[in-house]
């Protein structure tokens, strides 16, 4: 299994190499906390100008959206696939204002391969 580290550094390189979408990203700055059920990892991933970075979540971090289901799921939310992503986000929890829900799906549908 590919761990959420290299998944989310490849969203991240996807992300960077669409260049249409630095309008959708432009001003929109947002930490969005990853919480895998299974795993006692949680992650924190920041879409900031255009660039998604991430990093190991901690407590003092906040999160403007939540993400939170099983490894499985996590992994097919982020690998990149877009009718796998549309099965996984139906069976995924998702936390935070509608507004930036909507852009995270349409930022992350756009960045399927």
Known sequence: MIGMGRLLF????????KAHLQFI??????SIRIVVDDSPSQWQLTIAKGVASWDVWTEEQPADLIIRGAEKQMQM??????LVYV??????????PLR???KLDAILRLTCR
């Open 10 to 17: 490849e969203l991240g390189e996807r992300l960077q190499g």
């Open 25 to 30: 990203t432009a001003g929109w700055e947002r």
């Open 77 to 82: 939310l982020f690998g990149g696939d877009e």
């Open 87 to 96: 099965l996984a986000k139906e069976k995924v929890h998702i936390a935070g």
């Open 100 to 102: 930036d829900q909507l």
